[in-house]
């Protein structure tokens, strides 16, 4: 494919994509595959010889369609959302395009540099506090992690390495191995300190577990991977309240703010945690500029986190908040959390429903009154129907429904229907219960 080829099919993707887009509402929402429907359908090696664009865009429809799950449609409320937006696939494309391996800030000066101011006008939007940021001077700083699991990864191991070499210089006698049998992590059912759990969106009290780690010197990291993108908004800022006790927080614009996965955001008090954990230097990583004292405290691949490369992700930050601004954001937020309070009030006035947590953000937990295998037959029918997507949790013992507002484009006409639907099998799920 040469370029006149590229700017040809290239358009032919972009209809491709909006279309896709414009009518995900008229699919259905979660595949009717079975485990292995993909294998049959496709060739058992590569082609020797290559294969027609048209061919392959044909078969997108026939072979991979078929098996997608469509997060992005309006009838899907399970899990989280998963971040999309049209500014944040077009970063992607100039992203794959520059094709650069950012491990270093020689490797690719524009990515490493453009990271780092990003990750302070996010950390301003939140108005975490000014230990956090890098600036020009700062101590602390930001990083683009692949997810929340691998930033809580990425502050165990560091604050393991921190604490290590602390004990060894007090107690040059202790090796490394005494040392490891007998620290500890501390964490509730939940993992880490967290800002809106999986299971019912709930907040950990900072303001009583901060001052208690700060007081017995332990690393505190903060787990807000849903939650925090709803800490731009004034209004919910107060959730955040304890932050200032923390040694790292992490929280997923790939979730609910418009940068497409993955752009998992981290940020420390003090990066020489994280550099002093991951830190190597071969010779061929190393550059002029390393030790010039000019450099921004921007993060590299080798130095803040698990893998030696990492993409030029901050491009979709960029597109994304410069394209949408902070009040189009913020805006975007409020809109999902005014309909999870209408599916709250929905279910509030019918008499056969209870609601099991306490409705914050954008999730409504929710069950009917009654048995756990009661609940369990409700959900299995609305995904048998496959009208709607839900997925379940266990609050202290109870099977419970979890509707989560997800897709950029849900309106108000979506809950309503989605409701409508959950009453109707539930009525049939009482009627067969009586039977």
Known sequence: MNSSEFRRRGKEMVDYVANYMEGI?????YPDVEPGYLRPLIPATAPQEPDTFEDIINDIEKIIMPGVTHWH????FAYFPTASSYPAMLADMLCGAIGCIGFSWAASPACTELETVMMDWLGKMLQLP???LAGNQGKGGGVIQGSASEATLVALLAARTKVTRRLQAASPELTPAAIMEKLVAYASDQVVATLGTTSCCSFDNLLEV?????KEDMWLHIDAAYAGSAF????FRPLLHGVEFADSFNFN?????????????????????????????PVYLKHSHQDSGKLLPSPSGLHWQLPLGRRFRSLKMWFVFRMYGVKGLQAYIRKHVQLSHEFESLVSQDPRFEICAQVVLGLVCFRLKGSNKLNEALLQR?????????VPCHLRDKFVLRFAICSRTV????????????RELAAAVLSAERE
């Not at 509402?25 to 929402?29: A, N």
């Not at 901060?210 to 700060?214: E, I, Q, R, V, Y």
């Not at 008090?269 to 954990?277: E, P, S, V, W, Y």
């Open 210 to 214: 901060g001052p208690l780690c700060n």
């Open 130 to 132: 000014e230990a956090f």
């Open 411 to 422: 309106e108000s006409s979506h809950v309503q229907l989605a409701w409508e639907h959950i």
């Open 25 to 29: 509402e008229s699919r259905q929402v």
């Open 232 to 235: 731009i908004c004034p209004e």
């Open 382 to 390: 609305i995904n048998s129907a496959k009208k709607i997507h839900l």
């Open 73 to 76: 449609s309006p009838y899907f």
């Open 253 to 281: 614009p790939h979730k609910w703010l418009l940068v497409n996965f993955d752009c998992s955001a981290m940020w420390v008090k003090n990066r020489t945690d994280l550099t002093g954990a991951f830190k190597m230097d």
